[in-house]
């Protein structure tokens, strides 16, 4: 292969889940930036059609998909749509995913109190969320014996969390899984089938912003002044931070990469606090 072609993925399609969110709509307009056709999939359609847009108005190639992750006839019709609109599906990132207050410990929120229906909302959102589009994107790629599938793990999937247990047991069924797909589409199909997750940092974004800063003041809260002060890059992500190591797992580059959760997180997850 020619050194100066490893980290092309020029004319490649992708089909990301959550795309009309924060860190996933960044990614889908970088990636067409890429060269890649997008399909951006998401529970809210116009979010995924207004990423689409801009994607298609700056020259790239794109459409926006309703679906909902946690159905799988909307998996597959997504799935299904995906291909009419593009074609080969070569590259999933599944990016829905998410925290939920309701699932969140607090002062006035003990654990032994935490809504059975919040709990499973998240657990379901995550881990559920990331294997049905697995199953119905990854058929097709198991048939051609081709393809990548990106999962977005977090860094409770290493070490979970204060606070947010479902979204820390989540996360690390999120990573368990991307080790066993990644395991079962080579043995059982093709080692041309790479199954990896990256797990972010904190990026400030709507899911954990009423975590991080107060809503009324706009100030860090205790705990968003802990997570930077144990960032040793000194601040939150952002999305773009992401971008790079995303590339990376999509391109040849990473061609013996399988398996694993690259953590992009400014240092959090090697920093003992001391
Ligand atoms: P976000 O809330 O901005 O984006 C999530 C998107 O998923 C939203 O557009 C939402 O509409 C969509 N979604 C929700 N339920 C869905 C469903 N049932 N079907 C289809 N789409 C659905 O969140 P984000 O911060 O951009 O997070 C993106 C991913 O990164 C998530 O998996 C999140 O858990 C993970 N992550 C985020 C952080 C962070 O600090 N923001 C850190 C680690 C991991």
């Known amino acids: 292969m020619a050194m100066s072609g490893l980290f092309d993925v020029t004319g490649r399609t992708v089909a990301i889940t959550g795309g009309g969110g924060v860190l996933c709509g960044g990614l889908a307009r970088y990636l067409a930036d890429c060269g890649m056709r997008v399909a951006v999939l998401d529970l ?3 979010a995924a059609e207004v990423v689409a847009d801009a994607i298609n108005e700056a020259g790239g190639e794109a459409v926006g998909i309703e ?3 946690l159905d799988r006839d909307s998996v597959r019709a997504a799935s299904q749509t995906c291909e009419k609109a593009l074609g080969r599906i ?4 599944n990016g829905a995913g998410g925290n939920h207050p309701d699932a969140t410990t607090g002062p006035d929120k003990p654990f032994f109190d935490l ?3 919040a709990f499973e909302k998240v657990l379901g959102l995550n881990v559920l969320g990331t294997v049905l589009p697995c199953m119905e994107f990854g058929r097709p790629m198991a048939e051609r014996g081709e393809g990548i599938i990106v999962n977005m793990a977090s860094m409770n999937a290493f070490k979970p969390l204060t606070r947010i247990p479902a979204y820390s047991a989540a996360k ?6 991307t080790e066993w797909l990644a395991v079962h589409m080579a043995k059982e199909y ?3 089938i790479r199954v990896n997750a990256v797990a972010p ?3 400030l974004t709507e899911q954990n912003r009423f975590l991080l800063t107060d809503a009324a003041t706009g100030e860090l809260t205790p705990r968003g002044r802990s997570i930077i002060e144990h960032t040793p890059a000194g601040r939150f992500g952002a999305d773009e931070d992401l971008y790079g190591a995303v590339h990376w797992l999509l391109s040849p580059a990473s061609r013996f990469v399988n398996g694993i959760c690259v953590p992009v997180d400014g ?7 001391v």
């Not at 070569?90 to 990132?93: A, E, Y």
């Open 201 to 203: 940092g904190f990026m």
């Open 67 to 69: 679906i909902d992750v």
């Open 115 to 117: 809504a059975t229906g």
């Open 90 to 93: 070569d590259v999933l990132i």
């Open 44 to 46: 809210k359609r116009l």
């Open 190 to 192: 093709s080692p041309s």
């Open 267 to 273: 240092g959090y997850s090697a920093f003992g606090g």
């Open 172 to 177: 690390s069924a999120v990573k368990n899984f």
